[in-house]
């Protein structure tokens, strides 16, 4: 199946998962659509109790990515993890334990638990490859007839769309968490620099430049001569300054799908602008550091004062609290989302997923997969989702009318700093499963924040683009998806910080390199298995 490939709308609405929620989605007897709160472990016969059994184990991977507020309890042990074992394991005789995989080695770290038997009975990623080659080597266990009996209410929440995304050669070997908003990411800047330089905010390219400049020069703030203009430099976060530069005229749908961004046309000169910028000094001179050893260096870097402008994930600067952050250590400063990286024709071009986030699988050495499958049907009811998403109403959050709103209290801030962690069917905050509005108010229900996330959810997804998408395994892509990740990761830092007049040379010749290690044969079969498709 082919997804729409371009898609253009300044719209708020556009952020939404476009996927009705049907009533042919739920439980067909009852024909409704809404999700139904019952006990994983009801059986047919309540009246009658069964001795307990031993407790099984229920073993799932946590991300840990290092960032726990200080006072904050341990990401093993803390609300989430108790509201969980007492709503889900005691009623089910289950004990569920979290095992931590780094955020910024899972997919290494995952693989080495696959090959040897010892993954977590619920394991996730977001690379497709990852699950390809799970799938291709026989790894993962079918959860379609488990979804079938034990997913009424985990139907009803992702919906026949984003289920799709999990079956391989027609099978659900995955359960895809449903995206609530699709924009990927959103650049922003210190306002209050731009005021005491007397700047305008940065509409174009150009415009941008000069802003960086302007940082670089005057050192407004409390920056001095530590002042970063432009950080988070990395492949996923430069995307909306390179699709800026793409020659849209001149990409096919077939193109978008099966080249490597480094082949199509508009990408060299999108680097090279890159490369001026790291030569002139307007960039991080260490992002190689916060690319690979330090992911945080972006938030100290903003916390302290010294950037001036960044490229997050949509609304990260929120709902990982270090906006909060940034105003803590500076009441001065202000942070706006902008929209600066303009096209030929005045368009912004930006990456919008797919509606489909984590791939959520169980591995065949699992014996627990329909306590996994019961384990996130739980998790769908609505009830469980508001809890996992907000903790509890009136210490950490309070309803307004139908939107659970965050308080902004300490208790809440070292709840909920990684709630998506918890809520894995989610990416994004769900209020309702039928009401779109309500979905787009839920991620903007800090009152404090909310000026800032609803401008950075409709720059993020304006001129927004979703790329094609092809069910059939890559075979190729399967075997070379490692290499080809990480040869990409140091092209591109190779590229950026290039000596100018080598740049063309160095740019030419480890593109090159890249299609000779499998790049080539990956982008022949994605474009067969296009054309097939189509």
């Not at 108790?82 to 995952?110: A, C, H, M, S, W």
């Not at 497709?128 to 985990?154: A, H, S």
């Not at 680097?271 to 190689?288: A, C, S, V």
Request: aromatic share 10%; charged share 25%.
């Amino acid at each position: 199946m082919i997804s729409k490939s371009k898609k253009w709308s300044a719209s708020l609405m556009a952020v939404a998962v476009t996927t009705t929620i049907l009533a042919g989605c739920s439980n067909t007897n009852s024909g409704s659509s809404e999700a139904t709160n019952k006990p994983a472990n009801e059986t047919s016969n309540p009246t009658t109790e069964a001795p307990k059994s031993d407790p099984i184990t229920l073993r799932i991977e946590l991300f840990d990515r290092n960032n726990t507020p200080t006072g904050a309890p341990p990401i093993t042990d803390n609300f989430t993890t108790k509201y969980i074992q007492e709503n889900f394991g005691d009623p089910n005789n289950i004990k569920v334990e979290f095992v931590t995989v780094p955020r910024t080695q899972e997919v290494e770290k995952l693989n080495v638990l696959m090959a040897a038997n010892q993954a977590p009975d619920l394991v996730y990623t977001y690379d497709t490859p990852t699950v390809q080659k799970y799938v291709k080597d026989g790894g993962l266990t079918d959860l379609g007839p488990l979804l079938e009996k034990f997913g009424t209410n985990l139907k009803t929440v992702l919906g026949e769309t984003v289920l799709n995304y999990g079956k391989f050669d027609g099978i659900q070997y995955a359960i895809p968490a449903r995206r609530v908003l699709l924009p990927e990411s959103t650049t922003f800047l210190r306002q209050d620099w731009l005021d005491e330089l007397g700047l305008p905010i940065p509409t174009t390219t150009d415009e941008f430049y000069q802003t960086l400049k302007a940082f670089k020069e005057k050192k407004p703030g409390k920056s001095g001569d530590k002042v970063i203009p432009f950080s988070n430099i990395d492949p996923f976060h430069s995307k909306p300054l390179q699709y800026s530069f793409w020659e849209w005229d001149k990409i096919s749908d077939a193109d978008l799908y099966s080249m490597p961004d480094w082949l199509l046309p508009g990408n060299k000169e999108a680097h090279r602008f890159l490369n001026k910028l790291y030569n002139e000094g307007l960039i991080d001179p260490d992002f190689p550091l916060s690319m690979n050893k330090d992911p945080q260096k972006f938030q100290k870097d903003l916390i302290n004062g010294i950037v001036g402008v960044g490229t997050a994930n949509t609304n990260e600067p929120v709902y990982q609290g270090y906006l909060a952050e940034v105003y803590k250590a500076d009441p001065n400063a202000k942070l706006v989302p902008i929209n600066p990286f303009t096209t030929a024709d005045g368009k912004t071009p930006k990456a919008l997923y797919p509606p489909n986030g984590l791939y959520l699988f169980v591995p065949k050495s699992s014996i627990n997969a329909e306590a996994v499958v019961k384990y996130l049907d739980w998790m769908a009811v609505p009830e469980n989702f508001l809890a996992l998403q907000n903790g509890t109403e009136g210490k950490t959050y309070e309803m307004v009318d139908g939107v659970p709103q965050v308080l902004d209290n300490d208790e809440a801030k070292q709840t909920l700093y990684n709630y998506s962690d918890y809520a894995i069917i989610l990416n994004g905050k769900l209020a309702s499963t039928t009401d779109e509005d309500l979905n787009i108010a839920a991620n903007a229900s800090d009152p404090q924040y909310k000026d800032f996330t609803i401008s950075s959810i409709e720059l993020g997804s304006k001129d927004g683009v979703i790329k094609p998408s092809v069910t059939t395994p890559i075979q190729a892509e399967i075997k070379y998806a490692t290499t080809l990740k990480a040869k990409s990761d140091e092209i591109f830092v190779k590229v950026v910080t290039a000596k100018p007049g080598d740049f063309d040379k160095v740019y030419d010749n480890e593109v090159n390199d890249y299609m000779k290690i499998g790049g080539q044969e990956v982008m022949d079969e994605k474009r067969q298995a296009f054309d097939a498709a189509k």
